[in-house]
């Protein structure tokens, strides 16, 4: 089997992917010129900036990636950039523990969410011995896949299941509260414009999968109702 395997790296760029760019630099961009000031009489300023421009870069390998290897790497690195910079204050006398906690949570939670990418990968490779998007998607269009077989509904629900933890959907929401002890502009960038856009990247990504599993687009479309609720 291993002689046959091949994981490539490398970069696609089309509609999807350059809008998710435009929205990840611009307003990545914003919010790194406000932090300037925001962040100015603080001790870590240095450090807050290197975790700022990691958590782009982690993004921008996210939505620019050819295939899942790629997009896992950059899932990864949004992860841990989220947890240090929710917990960025972890030393203030007062707050310094609740903030060590809600990064803690927002860790946890984004696992349980990236246990269900990594099942999904798996699958996939082991149906398909690919992770490439174009590769895997010809061969779902021109394969002979039943509507709502148990591979596809296993696929897209692992799948789900990571845009769940990323995006903070029910049930995996309860980070999402807590992850405002980060500063400010933490709370802007992971919150409000690019990370918990992630899992609708990834749903929006794999939509020849979904396509061929009706039973997990009602699932999608009963939890985002809830979630929304």
Known sequence: EMDTFRLD???????????????????GSLIHIFSIGYMHDDKGFYKFFTYLNLFIFSMLVLVLGNNYLMLFFGWEGVGICSFLLIGFHYADKIKGMENSLAARKAFIMNRIGDLGLLIACFLLLSKFGTLNYDQIGLATILGEFEKDSLFMIAVTLSLFLAAIGKSA???L?????????GPTPVSALIHAATMVTAGIYLTIRSNFLFEQAPFTQHIILYIGLATAL
């Open 173 to 181: 929401f309860t980070w999402l509260p807590d992850a405002m002890a």
């Open 169 to 171: 959907q029910i049930p």
């Open 9 to 27: 790296a490398g970069f696609k760029l089309d509609s999807l992917s350059l809008w998710m760019t435009m929205i990840i630099t611009g307003i």
